[in-house]
């Protein structure tokens, strides 16, 4: 273990010893740092170090990849520049200079970092950030969608602040939001979890956002948490769109929930949860309605299979042409309160197939 520092007198390779103080190759227990003693330029290939500290301000070091960092990533002043087709893993970001990612290039944020760090990222088409690790966003607006893809993979966490921008790509269906709040309307095509709060605000902040859940979407709440003051447009799902709790999950008096379908594709939503103590309260409106009047739909189908429900809210289905909606009650128990209001219209209906203690 070691820290080498870059001396080359010429612009030169990282694998070249004699380019470094003491004079070795780094490997993957040593430490470089670039403060200037060397020459601004130097390219490295294939390398895994222990840390990677930059403080030069004209510094280019120019990765061809792949290079990881596993400790401390910390870019005091200068330029990584990740070429096409090359990927760099770095570890605790601090980032006070600038990373450029060439097209195809990509960089993967591990461990902790924080929204400052990200947004002095930037990149050419087609290129990937994948945030993996904690991202600090306290009181910071992470902007998405400035060029590259972004993907959150599944140990990948947002912690706090404002999201808007272009709809975040992601790996698995493990990333998390914890305690954000999305700017914007937002469009979901896979699984995101939910720790202690999620908000949807419009652009401005001001109002009730929209979220449209897509096929294959999907959010489970972590603990007793309350879903309020957005619209959830479920649309044409087909494989279906999911809702889950894993404590008590309370939709708000301002939550609307509507069911959208089209000609031929079913709208399919399940709101369900993990074990036996797992509820959902709705207090606000899940609408299940055919949108398109005059036309032979699809049907919407929702699933309540979480182990309780209660509903002191609105309960609607509507299904007035061909396509039957349906909704399904599989909940070992199901109440709907004196305040509760379940509405079947059309061919459709509700359907209690494995539920009981249904009462009102």
Partial sequence: MATLTWIAVNPGSWSTAGNWSPAQTPGSADTVLFDGSGNAFSVVGTATVAGLTM????????????????????????????????????????????????????????????TASILRISSSAQSVLRLKGTLDNAGATLTLGNGFGLDISAEGTVVGGFVTGAFPRQESNQAAWDGVTWLGPLRLFTHYTVINGFAIKTADG??????????????????????????????????????????????????????????????????????????????????????FGGKSHAPIDTTISVASFLNSGKISINALDIGASRLTVTSNNFTNTDAGIITAIGTGGLTITGGHGLHQ
């Fill in 206 to 291: 001001l109002n009730p956002g929209t979220l449209a859940m897509g096929s294959s979407s999907g959010l489970l709440f972590r603990g007793d948490q309350t879903f309020d003051n957005a619209r959830v447009d479920v649309e044409n799902t087909g494989v279906g769109a999911v809702i889950e709790a894993d404590g008590t999950l309370t939709f708000g008096p301002a939550l609307i929930v509507v069911g959208i379908n089209d000609v031929t594709v079913v709208t399919r939503l399940d709101l369900r949860g993990t074990g036996s103590g797992s509820t959902i309260i709705n207090q606000g409106s899940i609408d299940l309605r055919q949108t």
């Fill in 55 to 114: 403080n030069q301000p004209n510094l280019i070091l120019t990765e061809t990849g792949p290079l990881s960092v596993t400790g401390n990533t910390v870019i005091s002043s200068g330029t990584l520049s990740v070429s096409t087709g090359a990927t760099a893993t770095l570890n605790n970001l601090i980032n006070q200079g600038k990373i450029v990612m060439a097209s195809d290039g990509t960089v993967v944020a591990t461990g902790t970092y924080d």
